[in-house]
């Protein structure tokens, strides 16, 4: 069966798709291999061409009423749920993770990034500051021109994110794709204008890191929001810094989980197994090192082994399927390399393994040491690190031992350790007796090297505005000669 995805075209400038001009680019679904669409890279003078038209649409976009903003991106969320079904087989497709997932994960959170940002557009106001007399307002004013960059595991749900809180400001924006998953990022352009989105608010350009680059220090942008790995994250943030842009960094990480002994034994291992396998592994904020106190160490170990070994492997766009195939070949061999390492440094392999082809499947190592590889750097694929740990001291301690800070998880049912536990992690967002969930109400970001500022709720609009003063003088003006 083929499985053809060709777009319109592969860049999306100014209200209309254009063909690149830079090199070629296959998309490849990665359960089978086969090319699903042929696109091209956009050149330089595209790059140009596209942060140029966002620079002469958006005075006219920030300047409409919010509400009316607003309007558009809500529409434009309405739209995704009614495509729903073809939005997430092309996910899937582009991709390779599971329709189950695709079908409630990706595009579903997208479209509640546009009604969030949407409905709170209006209600972002300004402050009145009195001086006795004289008076000071503010005003939360747009950037301008964003560039956003995204990754591969979850391409359109990135896009929306960015999108979103970006274009509910005022500004307008340019997005570059993982040049792995080009194919999401191309419908949100076209939903948007369906909606209603004026030409040159949200524009498309495709390729790999030179493009991403060119973008990042194109004198019209702005401000810089990238979602990838730290070491990408450094060169972005270093070049955007150049010519003082404003920065969003989502990086990776090496996240903890902490399982008390008076955990609930089931719930601590779903969430061990959601925090590790979902996506394939392949999400930022998987809870990759998880700390389970020694007095249940064996059980917990038993059971993960148990459901593990349920899962089921296969086609991506069969229902059943639970657990789909790596992005690329390159990806998975970097995760069959790490599994290697797993298996030389002397950790034991509970379940799992390198897998074959496109597929690796849950993989789990015991008797894993803080100072093993495989509890120290990101993965990115469905490899669990179980560490044995005493008291809540030890397990505080070893869990911040991390340059990363992104994600954490607690699980107990003492309440007062809970949150002590959750207050003394190190991260971004802490987990409670749950893991991996990122609504769209709650702010998602890191600390450390996991990176700045920080994704969703209302805290993503300080991220994509600036605030102005303006001082009102209401006396006569008193100079001293
Ligand atoms: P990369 O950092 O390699 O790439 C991220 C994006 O940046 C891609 O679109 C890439 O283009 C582009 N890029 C690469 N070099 C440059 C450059 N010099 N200037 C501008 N853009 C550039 O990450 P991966 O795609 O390998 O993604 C995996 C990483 O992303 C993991 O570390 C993971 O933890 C992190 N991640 C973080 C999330 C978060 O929210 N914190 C969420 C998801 C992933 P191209 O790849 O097309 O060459």
């Known amino acids: 069966m083929s499985h053809s995805a060709q777009p319109t075209a592969s860049l999306y400038i100014d209200g209309a798709f254009v063909e690149g001009a830079g090199a070629e680019l296959a998309v490849h679904y990665p359960y089978t291999g086969e090319v699903i669409a042929n696109l091209r890279e956009a050149s330089a003078e595209q790059v140009a061409q596209a942060t140029a038209a966002a620079q002469a649409a958006q005075p006219a976009w920030a300047a409409l009423r919010p509400v009316e903003r607003g309007r558009v991106l809500i529409a434009a969320a309405r739209i995704i749920r009614e495509r729903g079904e073809e939005l ?29 940002f949407g409905g709170l557009a209006p209600t972002v106001t300004g402050q009145s500051i009195p001086l006795g007399g004289d008076f000071v307002y503010t005003i939360r004013e747009a950037l301008g021109v964003c560039a956003g960059i995204g990754t591969w595991n979850y391409p359109s749900q990135i896009a929306c994110w960015k999108a979103a809180p970006a274009l509910a400001m005022g500004n307008a924006m340019v997005f570059k794709p993982s040049e792995e998953t080009p194919l999401g990022a191309l419908q949100l352009a076209a939903i948007l204008a369906e909606a209603g989105l004026p030409a040159g608010i949200f524009n498309v350009v495709q390729g790999r890191g030179a493009v991403g680059a060119a973008l990042v220090t194109d004198p019209r942008v702005a401000k810089v929001s990238l979602t990838g790995s730290v070491g990408t994250g450094k060169r972005v943030y270093a070049a955007a810094a150049a010519d003082m842009r404003h920065v969003t960094m989502e990086l990776g990480g090496k996240s903890p989980l902490i399982v008390f002994d008076d955990a609930s034994l089931e719930d601590a291992v779903g969430a061990a197994i959601l925090a590790n396998f979902y996506s394939s592994g392949q999400i930022c904020s998987n809870g990759t090192r998880v700390f389970v106190q020694n007095g249940i160490l064996p059980q917990f170990l038993d059971r993960l082994a148990e459901r593990a070994a349920r899962v089921r492997i296969g086609d991506p766009l069969d229902e059943a399927t639970q ?3 790596i992005v690329s070949p390159a990806q998975a061999a970097r995760i069959r390399e790490a599994i290697a390492k797993g298996q030389a440094e ?15 499947p849950p993989t789990v190592f015991a008797d894993v040491a803080d100072g093993m590889w495989i509890a120290r750097e990101e993965i990115f694929g469905p490899v669990m690190s179980v560490l044995g740990f005493a008291t809540e001291a030890e397990a505080i301690a070893r869990a911040n031992a991390t340059p990363y800070g992104l994600a954490a998880g607690v699980f107990t049912r003492d309440l007062a350790r809970g949150h002590r536990v959750a207050g003394a992690l190190q991260a971004g967002t802490a987990w409670i007796n749950a893991y991996n969930l990122t609504p769209v109400e709650a702010p998602f970001g890191g600390v450390k090297l996991s990176g700045i500022g920080r994704e969703n709720s209302a805290a993503a609009i300080e991220h994509y505005s600036q605030l102005k003063t303006v001082y009102v003088g209401m006396s006569p003006v008193e100079a001293p000669y």
Do not use: M, N
């Open 346 to 360: 002397g950790a034991r392999l509970i379940c799992g393994g390198p897998g074959e082809g496109a597929f690796v």
């Open 323 to 325: 657990h789909g195939p």
């Open 88 to 116: 997430a087989r092309l996910e899937t497709l582009d991709t390779g993770k599971p329709i189950q997932e695709t079908r409630v994960a990706d595009w579903p959170s997208g479209a509640d990034a546009l009604e969030y």
